[in-house]
């Protein structure tokens, strides 16, 4: 995005556990691939390394044709890597979201859990927030996996959560305004409402204008992010109509 969102003005009252541990975690997952010079104990070699890479993102990411049974475990990226085994086909729904493809990448999708993570945990609760975390990037990557049945290419990243935590701020949160470096130099106040909502209207008009086709876009899952937001909406509107029924403040919720 053009905008790279630096502070929410709503007061958090309560330090925000989870979503630092999900920053940690991811931060410590990549710290720990054969990406990052931390990880020692792959083989340093290059092509050895590259292999590594591509054993990594295939064993860990989820492949839409390996979860749809269109074909059993997806061969590598690059074929002279081999295959892997013993892949949890089901379980990578979970693990992609944890695996990042670089540094930049990583770093992206934290500033925006960083920004708006605090701020949803707060309002909604600990161990919602959490279950809604997971949630949503279940749903961001089962929607890519409809979007793209045949696709052999793993998915990988936190953003189908992230946009999901974006779909709840957006529902229970939208007044507050974030303090934001437009094109990544002017620092402006923006409403949460106005930043999210453009953040879901680019997404979607990537999506239908098919940028996240194979080989003629960006390569970036933009129905993923589509999906979670999309998601996170849903959640939040469900969070709010079981504060309504119980009576219970959502910031009493843990």
């Avoid at 890479?53 to 074909?71: C, H, K, N, S």
């Avoid at 949630?135 to 696709?151: I, K, N, P, V, Y």
Wanted: with cysteine; proline share 6%.
């Amino acid at each position: 995005m053009a905008a790279l969102p630096l502070n929410d003005d709503y007061p958090v009252r309560r330090a925000p556990v989870v979503a630092y541990a999900l920053i940690a975690a991811n931060v410590l997952v990549y710290l720990a691939s054969p990406q990052a010079a931390t990880a020692v104990w792959y083989p340093p070699e290059a092509v050895e390394r590259f292999c590594a890479i591509q054993d990594y993102f295939m064993r860990w990411g989820a492949v839409p044709a390996e979860l749809t049974g269109t074909t059993g475990l997806a061969a590598p990226i690059v074929p002279e890597c081999g295959r892997i085994g013993g892949k949890a086909v089901w379980f990578s729904l979970l693990s992609s979201m944890f695996v990042h493809g670089g540094a930049a990448h990583l770093l992206g999708n934290m500033v925006y859990l960083f920004v708006f993570g605090p701020v949803v945990e707060d309002r909604i609760g600990r161990l919602r927030f959490l279950a809604l975390y997971l949630a949503t990037g279940l749903a961001a990557a089962l929607g890519q996996t409809l979007s793209d049945l045949d696709g052999e290419v793993p998915m990988v990243g936190a953003s189908g959560a992230i946009s999901g935590v974006l779909g709840a701020y957006l529902v229970v949160q939208f007044r507050s305004r974030v303090t934001t470096l437009v094109f990544v130099v002017v620092p402006m106040r923006l409403p949460g409402w106005a930043l999210v909502g453009s953040y879901f209207v680019l997404q979607y008009l990537l999506y239908v204008t098919g940028s996240e086709a194979p080989g003629e876009g960006s390569g970036v899952a933009y129905a993923a992010h589509v999906y979670g937001f999309i998601a996170g909406v849903v959640l939040g509107l469900v969070v709010y109509r079981l504060r309504w029924r119980s009576g219970t403040r959502l910031s009493d919720v843990y």
